[in-house]
């Protein structure tokens, strides 16, 4: 049947990322209209649509509830960034007092799995503060820092000195610290958890 061979990353976004309770319905009328010979295009399109707009209407009814999730979570990455340079000061202490500690890639490790932990915890925060409105808290809470790091990465490249050896692997791990953070804030808020009983919460 054409219908079980629907766009299964589209599907996957959808039973993730929708915030309407009638996510299940959606998809099974997508995929009937799939099946009944709209394309792939149509689909993604249609699947898009209906996140953003379930998005959209949480938001819109659950205003107070939505901003209390932003301060939340920025709370916890606002403490991040007091604790990260709090590290760096432990970091150079420690090169000082032994020669394992001088290695130059060890700060931008040790920053960027702070960065990670931090951002777990937020996403669970913000969950744990909002569970009748888990979802919708934790996707705008995530779409705010992805909003802050696309608008400041260029800034980043454009103020680099030179790119040698050790400028790219900074660059690098300031890449693997933007998207785990993402990805770490969605798994923290329960959002890419299974779906096997995803109508019991989905919002």
């Known amino acids: 049947m054409r219908g079980s061979n629907a766009p299964p990353i589209a599907t996957w976004m959808l039973r993730h990322f929708g915030c309407s309770p009638n996510t299940d319905a959606v998809v099974g009328d997508l995929v ?34 939505v901003f209390r999730g932003l301060l939340t979570g920025w709370a916890v990455l606002i403490v991040f960034i007091y604790a990260s340079g709090q590290l760096r000061e432990l970091m150079q202490g420690l090169a000082i007092w032994s020669k394992y500690w001088r290695h130059w890639w060890m700060l931008p490790v040790a920053v960027t799995g702070s960065e990670i932990v931090f951002s777990l915890a937020s996403g669970w925060l913000v969950a744990r503060l909002h569970p009748h409105r888990r979802k919708v808290t934790v996707l705008v809470y995530t779409t705010s820092v992805i909003i802050v790091i696309v608008s400041t990465f260029p800034y980043a490249l454009i103020t680099a000195p030179h790119f040698n050896a050790r400028e790219v692997f900074f660059l690098l791990f300031a890449i693997i610290g933007n998207v785990g953070s993402i990805l ?7 959002v890419l958890r299974s779906t096997s009983n995803h109508t019991r919460s989905l919002s």
Request: hydrophobic fraction near 50%.
């Open 32 to 65: 009937e209209r799939f099946a009944d010979g709209r394309s792939r295009l149509w689909y993604w399109g249609q699947v898009l649509t209906a996140i953003l707009i379930s998005l959209f209407r949480e938001v819109r009814s659950h205003k107070l509830l």
């Open 184 to 190: 770490a804030i969605l798994v923290g808020g329960g």
